[in-house]
């Protein structure tokens, strides 16, 4: 599914024009990357939590000619999926 393939679902579900679902997902969307961005955490329920996390700086090896490289630390998202979409995934 596509977002514009979700907004049609959203306003069909939701009752609601597929100008105002897109608002709603444009929205959620801009909150989850705003949250994530500030290094905090948002969770909802029954779909997961959004989030990041820190991976420190460390030594690397190039394969290719086996040159010792520093790997800069850096902040990466994060999603944990809450029980009830990891037991809809498996069926």
């Known amino acids: 599914m ?3 393939e979700l907004i ?3 306003a069909e579900h939701a009752e609601v024009t597929a100008k105002q679902a897109e608002a709603v997902i444009n ?3 801009t909150t989850i990357l705003d949250t994530v961005r500030a290094g905090g ?3 909802i329920t029954d779909l997961g939590k959004f ?3 820190e991976h420190a700086a460390k030594t690397g090896r ?3 000619t086996g040159e010792t490289i520093q790997i800069a630390a ?6 944990s999926p809450a029980k009830r ?3 809809a995934a498996a069926g």
């Open 62 to 64: 190039n394969p290719k």
């Open 85 to 87: 979409l990891k037991e």
């Open 41 to 43: 955490e948002l969770q």
């Open 74 to 79: 850096k902040r990466a998202a994060k999603f």
């Open 2 to 4: 596509n977002k514009q």
């Open 27 to 29: 929205s959620l969307t």
């Open 51 to 53: 989030g990041s996390v």
């Open 8 to 10: 049609k679902h959203v």
